[in-house]
C-alpha cells in the first residue's frame, strides 16, 4: 500500500505531481486546523506532511501516530516544536540555499521602496495629485553610500550585504551569534554588538531566525537606540519585534520609516495600527515569492520528504537525533 502524504497550504503542482507517482497524496489548502474532520482523518493516516505554516507541536502530533517525516517549504522552521518531533523519531526539514537572492531581492526593494517612499508617490501620482513640480515635502532619503545594519547573517543576510556593498556603494555593519570573517573580508564588512550597530545604522534590516532567543529582539529599547533619520526593515519574522514599540518608534519619530515584510499575525488585519501609518511600507510576506524559487522550494522539499519516507537521510534534516535512533 501507498504511504499517505498531506500537502498543506504553499506546495506547487509540479511537487504534488513528483509526490503523487510514488505516494498518496491528499492536499489542503492551508485553512485548516485540528478542529477540520476532514484534516485530522488524514492526519491520523498520514506518513509524512509537506507544506507552509502549519503549528506543530505536541497536541498537533498526538494527532498523528503514524508521521515520520514533516518537511517545512520554507527555511524557516519556527512552526516545528524540534524537541517534541526528535522525541518522536519525526525527522523534520526546511529549504535552505535556493531562497536566498529572491529574498534578498525583496528585502532590499522593501528598503529601497520605504526609503524613496515608492508605494505612497506611487498613490499620488495615480490619484491625480501630480499637477506641478514635487514638492520637497515627498523627497525620500538615500540608500548609497549610507551605513547598512544587517541583524543575522545566515545565507540571506549575506545577500542583502552583497546588493547593498556591491551595488549600492553601502557600509556594511552586522550583528550575528558567531563572526563571519569570509563577510568581513568579501564586503568590508565590521561586526558590531547589537546596540552599537542599532546606534551607527542608517538601516537596520533584521534578518534573524526566530527563536526564543530572537522573540521581541526588536523593543522600546532598541528602537530608541535607532537614530530618528534611520529605517527599520523586517524580513525574518513578526514575532522577532514588539509591534507595540515599533508604532510608538514611528508615530513619536523616534525612527524615520519601517519596510516590513512579516508581521506577528500573518495575514495581518486590515486595522493593525502599523497598517495606518504613512511612514510603514508593507509587503504580505513575499520574501520567496516568485514562481521559479517557489517552485525549487517545493520541489527541494519534496526531495527531502521522499528521502524521510524511504529511510534515507534528507538533503536538509534539522534533527539529526530523530532518524539516528530510528535506526
Ligand atoms: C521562509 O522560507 O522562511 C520564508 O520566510 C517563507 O516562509
Not at 86 to 96: E, F, L, M, Q, V
Not at 142 to 159: N, T
Not at 207 to 217: A, E, G, I, K, V
Request: aromatic share 6%.
Amino acid at each position: 500500500m501507498k504511504q499517505k502524504v498531506i500537502a498543506y497550504g504553499r506546495v506547487r503542482e509540479k511537487a504534488q505531481e513528483q509526490l503523487r507517482e510514488k505516494y498518496d497524496l491528499h492536499v489542503f489548502s492551508g485553512e485548516e486546523d485540528l478542529n477540520d474532520k476532514a484534516f485530522t482523518e488524514a492526519l491520523a493516516e498520514a506518513d509524512g506532511i509537506i507544506g507552509l505554516g502549519m503549528q506543530v507541536d505536541a497536541d498537533f502530533l498526538a494527532h498523528a501516530p503514524k508521521l515520520k517525516g514533516i518537511s517545512n517549504v520554507s527555511v524557516g522552521y519556527d512552526n516545528l516544536d524540534l524537541e517534541e518531533l526528535t522525541k518522536r523519531g519525526i525527522a523534520a526539514t526546511n529549504t535552505p540555499g535556493v531562497l536566498n537572492d529572491t529574498t534578498a531581492d525583496a528585502i532590499f526593494g522593501l528598503l529601497l521602496a520605504t526609503a524613496r517612499r515608492i508605494p505612497e508617490l506611487d498613490r499620488y501620482v495615480k490619484v491625480g495629485n501630480w499637477k506641478s513640480g514635487l514638492s520637497d515635502s515627498k523627497f525620500g532619503i538615500d540608500v548609497h553610500h549610507r551605513k547598512l545594519g544587517i541583524i543575522g547573517m545566515g545565507r540571506i543576510g549575506e545577500a542583502i550585504a552583497k546588493r547593498g556593498y556591491g551595488g549600492f556603494d553601502m557600509e556594511i555593519l552586522y550583528h550575528n551569534r558567531s563572526r563571519k570573517p569570509e563577510v568581513e573580508e568579501k564586503y568590508e564588512a565590521a561586526y558590531r554588538e547589537l546596540d552599537d550597530l542599532l546606534q551607527e545604522a542608517d538601516y537596520v534590516c533584521l534578518m534573524t531566525p526566530l527563536t526564543p532567543d530572537t522573540r521581541h529582539l526588536m523593543g522600546r529599547e532598541q528602537f530608541k537606540r535607532m537614530k530618528e533619520d534611520a529605517i527599520f526593515v523586517n524580513g525574518s519574522r513578526g514575532e522577532t519585534v514588539d509591534e507595540d514599540a515599533l508604532v510608538e518608534a514611528l508615530q513619536q519619530g523616534e525612527i524615520l520609516a519601517a519596510g516590513l515584510d512579516v508581521f506577528q499575525e500573518e495575514p495581518v488585519p486590515a486595522d493593525h495600527p502599523l497598517l495606518q501609518l504613512e511612514n510603514t511600507v508593507t509587503t504580505p510576506h513575499i520574501g520567496s515569492a516568485t514562481d521559479a524559487t517557489e517552485d525549487k522550494m517545493s520541489l527541494l522539499a519534496s526531495q527531502n520528504l521522499d528521502a524521510v519516507l524511504q529511510g534515507r537521510r534528507p538533503p536538509n534534516l534539522l534533527n539529526e537525533a530523530a532518524m539516528r535512533d530510528n535506526k
